[in-house]
């Protein structure tokens, strides 16, 4: 199915692993102009490698003012998918210090990627959009680097894959095939939406 995101300029956070860097390499596929916001630059090397024409901001997220300067003079997008978020994998009875401190300090870090940076970020794109259209895609388990680190004990998946009625997880496609459609014009008239990528988890 044509997307018709050819020429279109793309703005996309957490770019620089699983379902954002998915994002980027199929939106550079499409041949969309794809500006990649991660604060890894290995990882936006990397993916500049692999994409050629990308266009790399390294910035965290989760510092307010150099958010703002980064994203400053980012100039005109189209498109924006939100995607930065910050995560605790530890099972709670083996949380550390370090870890959380790396992932909720005093001010909350993960208020601040997860809720805060979306504001921010939305707040400079709606600057640059005349039309606005605003959906959100919810997966479940997605076998990101993250999802395999997480749910690689048998037992564990089993759990959690039993209250999933097509008994499997999503792959990071499933999630960027979801991503790809909402930003194409064939979701012309879907807007305010939540799109559910989880094999059946909520209908259980």
């Given amino acids: ?5 050819a020429g ?20 550079h596929a499409t041949g969309a102009r794809v500006v990649a916001v991660s604060r ?11 994409c050629p024409g990308i266009e790399p901001v390294c910035v965290d997220l989760g ?8 994203l400053g ?16 994998l530890q099972p709670f009875l083996e949380v550390t210090k370090e870890a959380f401190d790396r992932v909720c300090p005093s001010a909350s870090r993960s208020f601040e990627v997860n809720l805060r940076a979306v504001i921010q970020v939305s707040q400079g794109a709606l600057d640059m959009l005349t039309k606005i259209r605003v959906n959100a895609v919810n997966p479940t388990v997605v076998m990101t680097s993250m999802g395999q680190a997480t749910w690689s004990d048998p037992h564990k998946a089993k759990t959690m894959l039993n209250r999933i009625p097509l008994g499997k997880f999503a792959e990071v496609e499933h999630v960027v095939n979801a991503i790809l ?7 012309g008239m879907t807007t305010g ?9 909520w209908a259980c």
């Avoid at 279109?8 to 954002?20: F, N, Q």
């Avoid at 890894?40 to 692999?50: I, K």
């Fill in 1 to 5: 199915m044509e997307l018709f995101l």
């Fill in 8 to 27: 279109r300029r793309v703005l996309v956070t957490g770019a620089g692993k699983g379902i954002g860097r998915g994002t980027v390499q199929a939106l």
């Fill in 40 to 50: 890894t630059q290995a990882d936006l090397d990397s993916l500049v490698r692999e």
């Fill in 63 to 70: 510092d307010w003012e150099a958010t703002e300067r980064a």
């Fill in 73 to 88: 003079s980012v100039g005109p997008v189209d498109l924006l998918v939100n995607n930065a978020a910050v995560a605790l």
């Fill in 181 to 187: 459609f909402l930003l194409s014009d064939r979701s």
């Fill in 193 to 201: 939406s939540t799109l559910p990528v989880e094999g059946g988890f």
